[in-house]
């Protein structure tokens, strides 16, 4: 079946500190790879994709890498700002593409 | 667009009251995705439609749950008789599968629900 393990958190973090929030996945055929991010007191909002292996998704300077080999896709940041402070949620979509399936999501907190 | 607009916001309501969620997707995406959100639990699908048309409700937590989509632009979903434990944020997303057959979903900014 399909499933996303993600990091638990929470994570807190300086400012300019670099982030890694761990995300691995079981799923069959070639699924598409997403992290969202839930801001406070609102919804999910799509951060970054990757739909085929070694594509690399990037936005705001965040980062994640399809790793088909270690089924992964890791975020990452080479420095955090306070307003990255949210809580951040892995996904896959199955190469039907109707469902995804949602990590557990990662607090994080940035402190200045 | 607007994107994904749901209604109300914040809803607090009494034990055995009949509670009813709205969302409106955005035009031109064919599916629409009911999930419910908890400290304890994360996220979880509830149901989800294509075309209007109910495709997986195993998510649904019981029968005092109901969820319809009479047409592309309006979803309910409806818990009656509403329980304490029903207490959630509640969110609607959609996509749009495309002919490459990978979407994205798209999410409004929930329901927050609270049963007294």
Redesign the interface.
Same mark, same amino acid.
């Given at each position: 079946g399909n499933s996303v393990t993600q990091m638990e958190g929470p994570v807190t973090l300086s400012e300019e500190a670099f982030l890694t929030i761990n995300c691995t996945y079981t799923a069959t055929g070639y699924p598409s790879l997403f992290w969202y991010v839930q801001y406070p007191g609102e919804g999910l909002q799509l951060l970054l994709k990757a739909t085929k292996a070694d594509d690399k998704g990037s936005n705001k300077g965040f980062e994640a890498t399809y790793r088909k080999e270690t089924t992964s896709f890791h975020l990452e940041k080479g420095s955090v700002q306070v307003s990255d402070s949210a809580v951040y949620f892995c996904a896959l979509s199955s190469n039907t593409g109707n469902q995804f399936y949602f990590g557990t999501g990662t607090s994080l907190t940035v402190i200045p | 667009d607007a994107g994904?607009i749901q209604s109300p916001r914040h809803e607090v309501t009494e034990m055995g009251q009949e509670v009813t969620l709205r969302c409106k997707p955005i035009s031109g995406h064919d599916?629409l995705?009911w999930y419910r959100q908890t400290m304890m639990r %994360?996220?979880e699908?509830l149901i989800?439609f294509?075309n209007n048309v109910p +495709?997986?409700d195993s998510g649904m937590p019981e029968d005092r749950f109901s969820a319809k989509m009479p047409n592309a632009s309006f979803s309910t979903l409806k818990i009656q008789p509403s329980e304490p434990r029903d207490s959630a944020v509640y =969110?609607c997303?959609s996509s749009f599968?495309g002919t490459?057959?990978?979407? +994205?979903?798209? =999410? %409004?900014? %929930?329901t927050r629900l609270s049963v007294l």
């Amino acid at each position: 079946g399909n499933s996303v393990t993600q990091m638990e958190g929470p994570v807190t973090l300086s400012e300019e500190a670099f982030l890694t929030i761990n995300c691995t996945y079981t799923a069959t055929g070639y699924p598409s790879l997403f992290w969202y991010v839930q801001y406070p007191g609102e919804g999910l909002q799509l951060l970054l994709k990757a739909t085929k292996a070694d594509d690399k998704g990037s936005n705001k300077g965040f980062e994640a890498t399809y790793r088909k080999e270690t089924t992964s896709f890791h975020l990452e940041k080479g420095s955090v700002q306070v307003s990255d402070s949210a809580v951040y949620f892995c996904a896959l979509s199955s190469n039907t593409g109707n469902q995804f399936y949602f990590g557990t999501g990662t607090s994080l907190t940035v402190i200045p | 667009d607007a994107g994904v607009i749901q209604s109300p916001r914040h809803e607090v309501t009494e034990m055995g009251q009949e509670v009813t969620l709205r969302c409106k997707p955005i035009s031109g995406h064919d599916y629409l995705f009911w999930y419910r959100q908890t400290m304890m639990r %994360g996220l979880e699908l509830l149901i989800y439609f294509n075309n209007n048309v109910p +495709i997986d409700d195993s998510g649904m937590p019981e029968d005092r749950f109901s969820a319809k989509m009479p047409n592309a632009s309006f979803s309910t979903l409806k818990i009656q008789p509403s329980e304490p434990r029903d207490s959630a944020v509640y =969110f609607c997303a959609s996509s749009f599968r495309g002919t490459s057959g990978k979407n +994205i979903q798209y =999410f %409004g900014a %929930g329901t927050r629900l609270s049963v007294l």
